[in-house]
């Protein structure tokens, strides 16, 4: 019974085994771990009673109905209900599905019906997985020429700048008007804060300090620094930690420049409402893609905010450096920060549902890595 039990989590296909009302009894490791459906079954003890097919007692296990919306529990009941009719397996393809918190899938489906057990069983291949390959990659194709284009804009503009800095202040120390002092004060100021910009573009990264470390020291340290402002001090921030997580193995003061980069964001963003919220939490996640690659075991750190998000427009280009959604920004928080994540072998996404904006970072688990891999990645 063991044996079948693991080999039934050894299945990377999402399998859920409900009974005839629709009511989940059981499901391997591949679907729990997504956590999509919102909630933990006695997986064990009644994938047990099923193969033993002893009396399994219903008022144990959820409705499907009472974890979706109603719209896509009708459109998957209707799936089940031709697998009824046909006594056969029903294959739909890239079917949208949304559960009761707001969150989509679109999923690749199999319903069949186990006449010898007296359930269905649903296989689900997740779409969301192969079209985050095909956009991760072309994100990241793009973000390369991008930054490339880039840093030959910054060295061509650097040396201009210092023209401009130098000339203002020969004109400042040989001009006898002081009406326009402060003038040229604006002409060093904006120079000056331009080639800041430009050292930040062309300054190569400097190689990793890679150390074991906690992740929630992290983002506890990333929380204190965000709280320091007299603009952040007004929002409240939701914390919500796993803390089965291991250590991750990296550059530590690199994940804080990141993550306080985000959270820095999505601090300000949240003053768009009248009362703003943030939301810092960690979790693990399994079989996920990260830059066209599935990776067994994932951190993902999730940064939420309840502002106004971003203009769609503007999604395929915020990991872009020197491109701001804010006014007054350098353009180059989320573009530093998707650097550091990457050169980690992980990526950022993007995701509004439900009037909440959400940045995830996802970085593989793993045991070590070398500077070189770091550096290459």
């Known amino acids: 019974m063991d044996i079948l039990y693991k080999a039934f989590n050894q299945l990377s ?17 591949a679907a729990a771990s997504n956590g999509w459906l919102g909630f933990s079954a006695d997986k064990q003890e009644a994938f047990e009673l099923l193969i033993n097919k002893s009396e399994i007692e219903a008022s ?6 009472s974890l979706l919306r109603n719209d896509s529990f009708d459109l998957l009941g209707e799936t089940f209900q031709m697998a009824r009719e046909k006594a056969s397996a029903i294959t739909v393809r890239e079917m949208l599905l949304i559960n009761k918190e707001g969150m989509e899938r679109t999923i690749d489906l199999t319903v069949s019906l186990s006449n010898e057990f007296d359930v269905f ?3 689900v291949s ?13 994100t990241d194709a ?5 930054a490339g284009l880039a840093r030959s804009l910054a060295h061509e503009v650097k040396n201009p700048l210092a023209g401009i800095k130098g000339a203002a202040q020969l004109i400042k120390m040989k001009s006898a008007d ?34 074991n470390f906690n992740i929630h020291e992290v983002l506890e340290r990333v929380i204190k620094l965000t709280q320091t402002s007299d603009e952040s001090a007004q929002v409240s921030i939701n914390k919500d930690y796993d803390p089965s997580i291991p250590e991750i193995y990296g550059d530590k003061n690199l994940f804080i420049q990141a993550i306080l ?9 949240s003053l768009d409402n009248s009362e703003p919220k943030i939301g810092v939490k960690s979790r693990i996640a399994f079989n996920q893609p990260i830059n066209g690659k599935i990776q067994p075991t994932i951190l993902e750190i999730i940064i939420s905010d309840n502002g106004n998000g971003i203009n769609p427009d503007s999604l395929d280009h915020i990991f872009f450096p020197m491109i701001s959604t804010k006014e007054g920004g350098s353009g180059l928080g989320l573009s530093i920060a998707q650097d550091i994540i990457k050169i980690h072998k992980g990526n950022i996404r993007y995701e509004r549902s439900n009037e909440i904006t959400k940045f995830i970072i996802s970085i593989p688990i793993m045991q070590s890595l070398s500077n070189q891999e770091v550096v290459n990645g």
Do not use: C, W, Y
């Open 13 to 29: 296909t999402e399998i859920i085994i409900l009974d005839q009302d629709l009511r989940i009894l059981t499901m391997n490791e």
């Open 261 to 269: 980069n985000i959270v820095q964001n999505a601090s300000h963003a």
């Open 60 to 65: 144990k296990f959820i409705p499907l109905q």
């Open 126 to 138: 997740n779409v969301d997985n192969l079209n985050r390959i095909i956009n991760s990659t072309r």
């Open 121 to 123: 069983v649903l296989e």
């Open 142 to 146: 793009s973000q390369k020429i991008a």
């Open 178 to 211: 002081s009406s326009i002092e402060k003038f040229i004060k604006i002409i060093e100021d904006e120079t000056e804060r331009l080639s800041g910009i430009v050292s930040k573009i062309l300054t190569p990264a400097a190689k990793p300090n890679l150390a």
